[in-house]
């Protein structure tokens, strides 16, 4: 089976790590992740209320999908310099300037690349791009691949 491909906007921190571990958890709590919702949907409707948290522990969700993993955010641990198996590094900056145009993303120029970043990222890892409004860092976007 191919990787299904996520994708979140999450408010803009400084701490990118933090930023990906407030995601994490605010999407295990809601229970948007593989087992409780086999395949959940994105663009998270942030309207519609999850079926909750099914399990003890992001770790315990993380165990109870097995191989397919959450097909989530859930899967990725943290940020890392490299890419790896459960990390999620920054989109390279060649690859940022020429999806787009040598300009700062913004969240409308990110619909246009989503399948792109897709397919930048091998199965259970991530990348991020830091999102714009005018000149000020406003949101991130996590996006990337999940393992089955």
Do not use: C
């Not at 409308?108 to 791009?129: F, H, I, K, P």
């Amino acid at each position: 089976m191919a990787g299904e491909a996520w994708y979140y906007i999450a408010p803009f921190h400084t701490d990118v790590n933090r930023a990906l571990q407030d995601l994490r958890r605010r999407e295990f709590e809601a229970g948007r992740y593989n087992p409780v919702q086999p395949f959940p949907e994105f663009p998270v409707d942030l309207d519609k209320p999850g079926p909750g948290a099914q399990h003890a522990s992001i770790e315990d969700a993380i165990e109870a999908s097995d191989m397919d993993g959450t097909r989530s955010i859930l899967d990725m641990e943290g940020i890392a310099a490299t890419p790896g198996p459960g990390m999620v590094t920054e989109l390279p900056a060649d690859l940022a300037e020429e999806l787009f145009a040598g300009e700062q993303p913004t969240a409308a120029m990110v619909e246009d690349v989503l399948a792109v970043l897709g397919q930048l990222v091998d199965r259970g890892q991530g990348v991020y791009v830091v999102l714009y409004q005018g000149d000020a860092p406003s949101e991130i976007l996590f996006a990337g691949v999940s393992w089955d």
